[in-house]
């Protein structure tokens, strides 16, 4: 039941005067995907998403929505949902007009508009605000009628730069939700930008992550936590401790819910690889111990433990912090 | 999303109406009521009181006024000019002002300057120098092909010198009104469906109406008081009122009778204005609260 567009984009470059805000992405987006492009500022984000809507022109490259090549199709005829993190809407016109405003591009008149324009305002939970003027509403309201204002006319895929990064942490946590429902929903492709690593990892069918105008890595959020392809990858995404990899170049990546800290003279695991080291911080978190140790060279290591048990750290002890290698990735050292 | 969703958050405060609470500070404006005391209401009063005193107590200056056709045209021809100053100040204006935000930093600066030098300039040096530039064969006709095109001692000469004079005071309002503006609004409005075109005439035009009202105001007014230009751009047919004012006051002495004319100016100016506020909300346009 797949009502959403599959996104291609191919080889693009974007070149401002002394930067290269894109280099050479290749991405695609199946259609009813919930897409996440994350990366930190200026890594390309906002570059790409342009690209995608029409407002910026790729120095090369191409851009095809369901296998239509739209490069060269200006954004008014694109018919693509657009969400910004300033939400944009028109100051000047009541959150009905406001709503309204895709539809009457569209000749949609009379019964069919009025219909249409409180269903997507429904759909948001405003259908009471509709005779406000933007500036009459929080901003958590703004941003969901600008939400219903780039559904409203049924889009196959919907774009959003950030639109959660202007919101406090509890509302933005509760759209986080409701954007999720809506995809559902909905069944449209969103392709949804954010710096925001743990909104990415909760969000997302996919993630591509950028860097410097590069795809670091695409994949599913799973795959990138689990299996990150670069040291970049690890530290972007979650906590990471950093080993060093057997080979020049490599580092291996264990992630702190995947070690153990047992006192000095405890028998190991089998197989378990190993270090020794002193207690520095236990932290309780409620749900279990963030531990934080210090190697011998002096690297500081974190570990997630359980709360309970035969043995708890305490600061201060000397102990012995382990992992199963299979749990460890060996990845590469880009930084 | 539910509605309890919606509402769990509250709304933007409303805005606070009202006078502003008067404190200590307040006194701070005693200077700047008692210098309007000296040089406004003051005058005016004495202007009020000598049209109905000079030469002797009675309505004779209106009357005088009204009895004359002379005078009425001149009064008619004073709010026709002005009107048409503004009308053309605003076309060039726009424009000018939508380029100066779109222009780099260095290219804003240039028009800016461009447009504020000659506000610099003696208003008399530069009516001379249209005087030059204008006459039968000045630098504009020595261009023109053909028999000269009369550019002075008539309307169009007035409407050349008024217009380069009112320019910055166009320009100015508008570009900070326009400043002010969301691009990205405009860009918003493309994603859904719109045109270029259309988007600027719906989205950005509307939010550039107080800029250009505020612009219109400045400049029909100012326009109104005109004597220098007119006077000497101009022919018998385009004297305004300022120009009458000042023959009546230091060419043929006739105190209350100038004084009568500035008075129905006044009344006249402030009558439109009423006019005017009652269509648009005036404070408004003029930057005051919502
Ligand atoms: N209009 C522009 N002119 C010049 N440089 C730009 C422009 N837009 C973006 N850039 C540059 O391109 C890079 C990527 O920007 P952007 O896509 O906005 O990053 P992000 O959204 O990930 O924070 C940045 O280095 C930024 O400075
Ligand atoms: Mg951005």
Known sequence: MSDGGSVDVRG????????????????????????????????????????????????????????????????????????????ALFPHMTVWDNVAFPLRRRRVRG??????????????????????LPAQLSGG?????????????????LLMDEPLSALDKRLREQLQLEMKRLHRELGITFVFVTHDQEEALTMSDRIALLRDGRIVQAGTPEELYERPSSRYTAEFLGESNLFPGRDAGTVLVVRPEHLGVLPQGESLPQDHEAYDCDVREVVYLGSGLRVEVELRSGQRVVARTAARGPHVPKPGDSAIVHWHPETSVVVSDDE | MTA??????????????GLPRLDRWGLLVLPLVGFLLAVLVWPLTAVLLRSFTDPEPGVENYLAFFHSPVYLDVLVNTFVTAGLVTLVTLLLGFPYSYLMT????FWRGVLMLAVLVPFWTSLLVRTFAWVLILRDTGVVNELLPGPPVPLLRNLPGVLIGMVQVMLPFAVLPMYAAMRGIDRRLLQAAEGLGARPAFAFWRIYAPLAVPGVAASALLVFVSSLGFYVTPALLGGPKN???????????????????????????LVVTGGLLMLMSRLVDLRRLLGGAR
């Open chain 1, 111 to 132: 019964d069919e508009l009025r219909t249409r324009v409180e269903q997507a305002l429904e759909v948001v939970g405003l259908g009471a605000l509709a005779k406000r």
């Open chain 1, 141 to 157: 309201q703004q941003q969901r009628v600008a939400l219903a204002r780039a559904i409203v006319f049924r889009p196959r895929v």
């Open chain 1, 12 to 87: 693009v470059v974007k070149r401002y005067r002394d930067t290269l805000a894109l280099d050479d992405v290749t991405l695609h987006v199946p259609g009813g995907e919930f897409v996440t492009l994350l990366g930190a500022s200026g890594s390309g984000k906002s570059t790409l998403l342009g690209v995608i809507a029409g407002f910026t022109e790729p120095t090369s490259g191409s851009v095809a929505v369901d296998g239509r090549d739209i490069t060269k199709v200006p954004p008014y005829r694109r018919g693509l949902g657009m969400v910004f993190q300033h939400y």
């Open chain 2, 239 to 265: 004297i305004m009122i300022g120009e009458l004012i000042v023959q009546q006051l230091s060419g043929v002495l006739r105190w209350g009778f100038a004084s009568a004319l500035a008075v129905i100016l």
């Open chain 2, 102 to 105: 779109l222009a780099s930093p």
């Open chain 2, 4 to 17: 309890e969703a919606a509402t769990a958050e509250p709304a933007a405060p409303a805005v606070r109406r």
